[in-house]
Antibody
Framework: QVQLQESGPGLVKPSETLSLTCTVS??????????WSWIRQPPGKGLEWIGY???????NYNPSLKSRVTISIDTSKNEVSLKLSSLTTADTAVYYC???????????????WGQGTLVTVSS | QSALTQPASVSGSPGQSITISCTGT?????????VSWYQQHPGKAPKLIIY???DRPSGLSDRFSGSKSGTTASLTISGLQAEDEAHYYC????????????FGGGTKLTVL
């Protein structure tokens, strides 16, 4: 059974950089059938796709966040990481990592998802 | 890239059927079979319930079904049950800009 677990600080200050890690168990991030993704959800609001990384290191980001986002992969640790810089209070959200099934280079669906981690941006 | 358009809320009585719409454009739903739906209960992570427009993950109840016509996808839940009360989100691949993913704003289903 594949499981994803997000970890990182629950509170970060404005203008700082958020760093989150997603640890994958029950599957290998080196498998070529998936994109490893980050998605966020502000309190009481909908889902927003942040971006994804392929095992080769190829990435794709939401245009609205592209200038501030870096997603990387560590195949030796079976982990995926997210860095989001220049934080503002608008970045307060639950951050999820999820596995995206990929066909012919296109992301198809997200399954499974991690439990999510709440990140609050506040001074 | 703007979010896909979903009704904010829908409701139905136990045993009834409801349909949630998800409207996009020719850059996403209209030109993609990569439409998926997710169920989210309060405080929980989203759960995949429909992928590739109308396919169900193994073990999921056949009360959930999906379809698409033009730039609008739909999720139908038949035989409503109390545990179906949740938020539902649609998602699609988008060929606009960076070839990424776009979500709908979400629909709150209330079982009366």
């Amino acid at each position: 059974q594949v499981q994803l677990q997000e970890s990182g600080p629950g509170l970060v200050k404005p203008s700082e950089t958020l760093s989150l890690t997603c640890t994958v168990s029950g599957d290998s991030v080196s498998r070529g059938s998936y994109y490893w993704s980050w998605i966020r959800q502000p309190p009481g609001k909908g889902l927003e796709w942040i971006g994804y990384v392929y095992y080769s290191g190829i990435t794709n980001y939401n245009p609205s966040l592209k200038s501030r986002v870096t997603i990387s992969i560590d195949t030796s640790k079976n982990e995926v990481s997210l860095k989001l810089s220049s934080l503002t209070t608008a970045d307060t959200a639950v951050y999820y990592c999820a596995r995206a099934f990929m066909v012919r280079g296109l992301p198809k669906w997200f399954d499974p998802w991690g439990q999510g981690t709440l990140v609050t941006v506040s001074s | 890239q703007s979010a896909l358009t979903q009704p904010a809320s829908v409701s139905g009585s136990p045993g009834q059927s409801i349909t949630i719409s998800c409207t996009g454009t020719s850059s996403d739903i209209g030109n993609s079979n990569s439409v998926s739906w997710y169920q989210q209960h309060p405080g929980k992570a989203p759960k995949l319930i429909i992928y590739d427009v109308s396919d169900r993950p193994s073990g999921l109840s056949d009360r959930f079904s999906g379809s698409k016509s033009g730039t609008t996808a739909s999720l139908t839940i038949s035989g409503l049950q109390a545990e179906d009360e949740a938020h539902y989100y649609c998602s699609s691949f988008t060929s606009h800009s960076t070839l990424g993913v776009i979500f709908g704003g979400g629909t709150k289903l209330t079982v009366l």
